[in-house]
C-alpha cells in the first residue's frame, strides 16, 4: 500500500521533469560526481532548467562540487526545496543531496538498503523539484541497493532517458564499466554513451592537450558494445580548483578545454 502511494507521488513529481539522466561509474574516483555537476552547470548554460540529486548516500560530494555545502534545507507545505549554488547566477539549478541533511558535511551514513530505498524515494517524492527540462542523478560507483532504488522509483511513465557511463583510459581494462553496461542492459536503461574523464592533461597555459594514456579505450569500449562515445575530459587544474572551492567551472573558466569538452558532451545528449 504505502510502495503504491510513494510510486504514485513520485510519478506526479517526475512528470513535469522532461528528460531524466543517470550518471554511472564502475569504480569510484573516476570523476562521475564531477562530470555530473559539470553536466548540470552545461545544462544551465544552455538555458535548461536543471535539477540534480545526489543518490549516493555513504559519499555524497555534490554538496561541495555545487557549493552548497552548509546550506539548509528548508521543509514547506510543498515539500523541501531544493538548493541553490552559492555562486550566482544559478537561478535554473536545483541540487538536492543526503550530505544537505547531515548536520556536519564530516558526518557519514552507514545504511542498509531498505533505508537508502526510504532517503531516495522521499528525495523524489518529498522534494519540491517543479517543472525542469532535466533531472541529472548522481548514483554511487558500481552497481548498488541505490542504483535499484533509483531504477525501481523511476520506472513505467517517469523512466530515465537513459545512462552516462564515465570512465577513464585506465580504468577499461577492468571489467568494471562492462559490469554497468549489463546492468543497463539487464534494467532496460538505454546507456547514451560513455565519458572519458581525466584523458589527458590540459596545460593550464596553452590549454594543449598532452595524452598520458594512449590507449583510446573508450573509443574501443563504445565500438564493442554499439554504444555512442560522448568525449573526453582532460585533466584540469581549474577543474580542481572549481572542485575543492564549491565553483562553477562552465561559467568560471568558459574557454578552458574541459569546459569546451563539457559543452559538446551536452549537446549531444
Ligand atoms: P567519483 O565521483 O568518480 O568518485 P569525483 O568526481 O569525486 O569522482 O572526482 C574525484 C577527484 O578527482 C575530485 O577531487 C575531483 O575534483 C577530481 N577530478 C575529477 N575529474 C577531474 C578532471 N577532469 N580534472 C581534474 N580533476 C578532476
Redesign the pocket.
Known sequence: QTENTDKKAIDIRMKVIKHKLLVL?GK????????ASLLTYSLAARNKKVALLDV?IC?P?IPK?MGIEGLPVVNSEAGWTPLKPRSPGHQNIAVMSVGALLANSDNSIVWRGPRKTNIINRFLKDTFWGRQDFLVVDTP?GTSDEHLSVVEALSGSCKPDGAII?TTPQDLSVDTVKREINFCLKMGIKILGIVE??SGYACPCCEEITEIFKSEGGIKLANQYNIPFLGK?????N??YC??NGKCLVCDFPNSS?TKSILDITDKL
Do not use: Q
Request: net charge negative.
Open positions: 561509474s569510484g574516483g573516476v570523476g562521475k560526481s564531477s562530470v549516493d559519499g560530494s562540487l560507483p564515465v574523464n581525466l575530459i582532460p585533466i584540469d587544474t577543474l580542481g572542485a575543492e574541459s
